[in-house]
């Protein structure tokens, strides 16, 4: 059984779309993130939900919205998409901050 | 603010030692460490706490100086498994519960 899991694999999309990529884990961990890296390899944490509750917002922009059903989703909604919102964007989940986290495989955006 | 890690990269040969260093400018609570291979998501490797001791995975072991606000990983005897990028992340002492801040990374070449 995979541990995290995100759909689609790769996406790829016309700017000025509006896309979403889910996330669930099935550990049954209580925290789910939401990461950015970027061609440079720099992972950008972009959110963290603590049992459904937004712990930490970084400075993402507003077109950028996390939505969490229950405890074992976390999906991300991107509106107005941009070339600059190009970026392999992973989920992972941990059972609290202090803990391992476990990656998803990984979402490649690009943006046309 | 994220942590700075250094080197930037580093190339061995099969069975050298290396150091990677991550230092942060707050207080930190807890220093993580993740491995990514190319194409792949980051895998955890181990999590260092205040007031903890040092760890240790086969020939991969880590340090925590909580009052120079610093952690060094050390690989020794490197294997050609262990080529990847080195990722640490760490959680402040002194923010909000949760802000978890990776730094930019060391990538590691080990050659035969």
């Known amino acids: 059984d995979t541990a995290v899991s995100q759909t689609p694999k790769y996406l790829v999309t016309q700017m000025g779309n509006d896309k979403s990529i889910k996330c669930e884990q099935n550990?049954?961990?209580?925290?789910m993130y939401w990461y950015k890296q970027d061609s440079k390899k720099f992972l950008k944490i972009m959110f963290s939900?603590?049992?459904?509750?937004?712990?930490i917002n970084e400075t993402v922009p507003n077109r950028f919205s996390p939505k969490s059903p229950d405890k074992a989703h976390l999906n991300l909604h991107i509106n107005s998409l941009e070339l600059g919102d190009s970026a392999v964007y992973f989920c992972?989940?941990?059972?609290?901050?202090?803990?391992?986290?476990?990656f998803g495989p990984g979402t490649r955006l690009t943006v046309l | 603010q994220q942590p700075v890690q250094s080197p930037q990269a580093v190339i061995l040969r099969e069975g050298e030692d290396a150091v990677i260093n991550c230092s942060s400018s707050?207080?930190?609570?807890?220093v993580h460490w993740y491995r990514q291979k190319h194409g792949e998501a980051p895998v955890f490797l181990m999590i260092?706490?205040?007031?903890?001791e040092q760890k240790g995975h086969d020939k991969i072991s880590a340090s925590f100086n909580e009052k120079k606000q610093q952690s060094s990983l050390y690989l020794t005897a490197s294997q050609l498994s262990y080529s990847g990028t080195y990722f640490c992340?760490?959680?402040?002492?002194?923010?909000?519960?949760?802000?978890?801040?990776f730094g930019a990374g060391t990538q590691v070449v080990v050659t035969p």
């Open positions: 992972a989940s941990s059972q609290t901050s202090a803990n391992e986290q476990f």
């Open positions: 550990l049954g961990h209580d925290t």
């Open positions: 939900y603590n049992n459904k509750e937004l712990i």
């Open positions: 707050k207080a930190l609570y807890s």
């Open positions: 260092l706490l205040k007031g903890g």
């Open positions: 992340g760490t959680e402040s002492d002194t923010d909000s519960w949760g802000k978890f801040q």
